[in-house]
Each structure stands twice: as C-alpha cells, then as structure tokens.
C-alpha cells in the first residue's frame, strides 16, 4: 500500500498535537463509546451500531482488510478517535470520528493533514451531512474541494 506505515506518526498545527497509531482490537470499545453519541450521529448523518455490530464490523471490514489504511487518533495519551481510507464505489474515501471530548480543538484538521500523506493515492474523497460544517472546514482546511452536492450530502475531492 503505497505511503502506508507502521510507525506512529506525530502531527503538531496550530498548538494541537496528535499522534497517529496502528489501530488495535483494544481500542475498539472507547471506538464504539464514541460512535455511540447521538449528537455525533446526527452530524454525520448515520446511525450508532450497538457494540456487538461495531465491533464485528470493525474486527471484520478494518481491522481485518488489509486495503483499509486505518490509524486511532491519539491526544495527551487518550483515544480521540479514529481515522481511515477505504474504497467505496471504486474510490478511495477518507473517513474519522472523533469523541465528543475531542472535537472543537483543531484535532480533526491536525489528524487529517497527518494522515493525508500516509494514503498516498489520489484523488481522494470525503463524503459528508451539508449539516456537518465543523468536517466540511476540516477538509477545506486540508485542500479538499467540493465535488459535488446534493440535499442530504457533500462530495468532497483531493487531487
């Protein structure tokens, strides 16, 4: 997989410091906690998976398929959440979700702009709620630009 590696990998912007790390079956029940936010849900326009859902699918389609580039995020030593890169209708989608404690700080736009290098592959896209203005200027603050729009999503892209 071309750029992806093993090594954490430290970001710093703006103050905000993160830490990239191997994404681990331990930290799959914080990873579902956070899933779980109702707020969090209605932002990202999906519904929370109850435990023993999310951690098959992330035991079954991250964990275990080597195509996903996947890294938990990590601030002061806690579990802000997630970040990955998958294929979805023959492109290679961003995605990450962060716990409510985390969210608001720049952690986000730090996290995404570490790990746009680890992918490697363009173009990439970032799908989100036209509700979700916090991951909109997220991927605004890291070069994505609209690709499309429409009632319910925002397509972004990243050449």
Not at 16 to 36: A, E, F, G, I
Not at 60 to 74: D, S
Not at 137 to 153: A, E, W
């Amino acid at each position: 997989m071309g750029g992806f590696l093993f090594e954490p990998q430290f970001a710093t912007t703006h103050g905000v410091s993160v830490t990239l790390r191997k994404l681990m079956v331990s930290d799959l029940p914080t990873l579902c906690s956070q899933q779980q936010d109702p707020e969090a849900n209605a932002l990202a326009g999906v519904p929370a998976r109850d435990r023993q859902a999310f951690i098959e699918h992330f035991t079954t389609n991250v964990l275990g398929n080597e195509a996903v580039i996947k890294r938990t995020i990590v601030e002061h030593g806690a579990i802000a959440g997630h970040i990955l890169c998958f294929e979805r209708d023959g492109r290679r989608e961003l995605g990450y979700w962060l716990g409510r404690a985390f969210r608001g700080r720049g952690i986000g736009s730090t996290a995404v702009s570490a790990f746009l290098p680890l992918v490697g592959l363009r173009p990439l896209y970032g799908v989100v709620s036209p509700a979700n203005v916090a991951s909109i200027r997220v991927l605004q603050k890291c070069g994505f630009v609209c690709h499309k729009r429409d009632d319910n999503t925002e397509t972004w892209r990243l050449d």
